[in-house]
């Protein structure tokens, strides 16, 4: 018996990374996972692999957000995953950069959250929105990061309000990691022109002296997505090797 036994969960940006993670201990945990994202063939893949269920979803594009919905029966667990970083500062990042940052991490959320609601609201579930530690700490090069992801913060928590007052029962929760090293990691790093130095200021901001690690953020996920979590709402998880204190 697994702890998700009989739940079905949606994870976005579910092909890779952190993602990926949290789709393989759904399954662990005995839930059904639909693993959406844009990368349809890697989606597929995993999917097969997992012996679940995967749809292509732009998170951008609300006909794709209505598309992937239209296909399920029920929605248990709502996972916000799929996220890009840019790094720069106000003075690097462009506007095209910037609102493709929103398109992605902000409105993806925004949209994903309007569209399962429907899927949702009969029967209760949990929405899990996926943060940063740059949702609460400023960095002078990741303007347009900590810009989307200070709003999911905030939007996870008038989510959660609302919900409570339209008695739902459905929980919104935000998870906020540090530094972890997943795909995107390497994509940041290969933005920069000393990718050696960059990697070790993320080392020397979590006091614990290491990077996170994929499986330990997929840990609070099912927590989360679990029924233990059920009088969580509107919280903010760190999950950051202490990089918060």
């Known amino acids: 018996m697994g702890v998700l036994d009989g739940k079905t969960a949606f994870v976005t940006g579910g092909a890779s990374g952190l993602g990926e993670a949290i789709a393989r ?3 662990a945990e005995g839930a059904d996972v639909i693993i959406a994202d844009i ?3 890697r989606a597929q893949a995993l999917a ?7 749809i292509t979803l732009d998170v951008t594009q609300e006909a794709s957000w209505a598309n992937a919905v239209a296909t399920c029966d029920r929605i248990d667990v709502l996972v916000n995953n799929a996220g890009i970083t840019t790094l720069g500062s106000i003075e690097e990042v462009t506007l095209d950069q ?12 925004f949209m994903g959250i309007q569209a399962a609601l429907p899927k949702m609201k009969a029967h209760g579930g949990s929405i899990i929105n996926m943060s940063s530690l740059s949702g609460i700490k400023a960095a002078s090069n990741l303007v347009a990061y900590n810009a989307a992801k200070a709003a999911v913060t905030l939007m996870t928590k008038s989510c959660a309000l609302h919900f409570a007052e339209k ?3 459905i929980r919104c929760n935000s998870i906020h990691p540090g530094a972890i090293h997943t795909p995107i990691i390497d994509k940041v790093l290969a933005q920069s022109d000393n990718p050696d130095a960059l990697y070790r200021s993320f080392v020397d901001v979590h006091p614990v002296g290491r990077l996170g690690r994929p499986e330990e953020i997929a840990a609070i996920a099912v927590y989360l997505a679990s029924d233990a979590s059920a009088f969580a709402t509107g919280a903010e998880f ?3 090797g202490g990089a918060s204190i």
């Open 167 to 169: 008695g739902y029962n």
């Open 39 to 41: 990368d349809s063939e």
């Open 238 to 240: 760190r999950i950051d």
């Open 98 to 109: 910037f609102r493709h940052e929103l398109d992605i991490d902000v409105l993806g959320v």
């Open 25 to 27: 201990a759904y399954v």
């Open 48 to 54: 097969s692999e997992l012996g679940t269920w995967f």
